[in-house]
């Protein structure tokens, strides 16, 4: 008998819980509920205990009921694996015909403005601003055209008077800071 090693069976602790986290790669936290009676008062006492579990292939999700098992230890707090899962927790489907259709027309709309953007800025911009320009102004009115050059050349000349008093005015403040 002592020529031929024979395989053992080994007596190893299992518990059944539910996983309370997945997020480490092939490792999954478990909890376990258990009730106990107090020993001097007698009152039922709920116990909970969380493992760190193995799972090589992450199959189980949080949710998930799974019976785990003791193992040689894998790392500094996985001292157990898991066997199988007993009951994957219940994922709501969501079918297309269910979506908001007012949804979906407003992406399309999104998508249908994106694309036509694109495809401006892909033409020519200079013809577009004339465009632009001629609709905006009365036709057969060269009077009112004239005005409006000569008030955007008046806003440009306004917009440079304006920078340079605010440069003079950072120069005084300059001069009162070495007064002080």
Not at 31 to 39: F, G, K, M, P, V
Not at 60 to 89: M, N, Y
Not at 95 to 124: C, H, K, N, Y
């Amino acid at each position: 008998m002592a020529d031929a090693p024979q395989a053992t069976a080994v007596n190893r602790k299992s518990r059944v819980g539910t996983v309370v986290s997945d997020r480490n790669d092939k490792t999954i936290v478990v909890s376990i509920e258990r009730a106990t009676r107090h020993r001097l008062y007698r009152k039922v006492l709920r116990r909970r205990k969380q493992y760190h579990v193995h799972d090589a292939e992450n199959s189980a999700t949080v949710g998930d009921l799974v019976r785990i098992e003791e193992c040689r230890p894998i790392s500094k707090l996985k001292r157990w694996q898991l066997v199988e899962v007993l009951t994957e927790r219940a994922v709501t489907e969501i079918a297309p015909e269910s979506i908001d259709s007012t949804l979906v027309d407003e992406m399309q709309r999104t998508a249908a403005r994106a694309a036509a953007e694109q495809a401006e800025e892909a033409g020519e911009s200079a013809p577009e601003a004339s465009s632009e320009t001629a609709s905006d102004e009365p036709a057969g009115d060269a009077a009112t055209g004239d005005e409006t050059a000569a008030e955007a050349s008046s806003e440009a000349s306004d917009e440079t008077a304006d920078a340079e008093p605010a440069a003079g005015e950072a120069e005084s403040d300059s001069d009162a800071e070495q007064t002080d």
